[in-house]
């Protein structure tokens, strides 16, 4: 699992590892049962605090995507499903906005209220 956090972005530690593990379940790479690293070892490898980690945890565990089980660890959950078609889908808006000249904030925007 290759997940990267940038310190000096605006974004929470938490939100940019969350978003990554999120992005790595929804592709695929990471497939339902596969083992996450422990918090203790993701955060001694990105070189941040072991809450931050946890926190991602979490915020994965209540979006359904893992599970979190005492002295088993964080798995990818069985609810975690395929999310190929919607992948395309989006890859599909993607090349669509780009050929309007829809910035990505606006695209965000329009699907935050489409989503509404």
Wanted: net charge negative.
């Amino acid at each position: 699992m290759l997940v990267r956090v940038d310190p000096s972005s605006e974004v929470p530690l938490f939100d940019q590892l969350a978003t990554g593990i999120r992005v790595s379940i929804m592709s695929g790479s990471l497939p339902t049962g596969e083992r996450l690293p422990s918090a203790r070892e993701l955060a001694e490898s990105l070189d941040i605090n072991v809450h931050t980690v946890l926190r991602a945890y979490q915020e994965l565990r209540d979006e359904g995507l893992i599970e979190l089980r005492r002295g088993r660890g964080a798995i990818v959950s069985a609810k975690a499903r395929d999310y190929s078609g919607l992948t395309a889908a989006i890859a599909s808006v993607v090349a669509e906005a780009r050929a309007h000249d829809v910035s990505p904030a606006a695209l965000s925007t329009l699907i935050r209220e489409a989503y509404q």
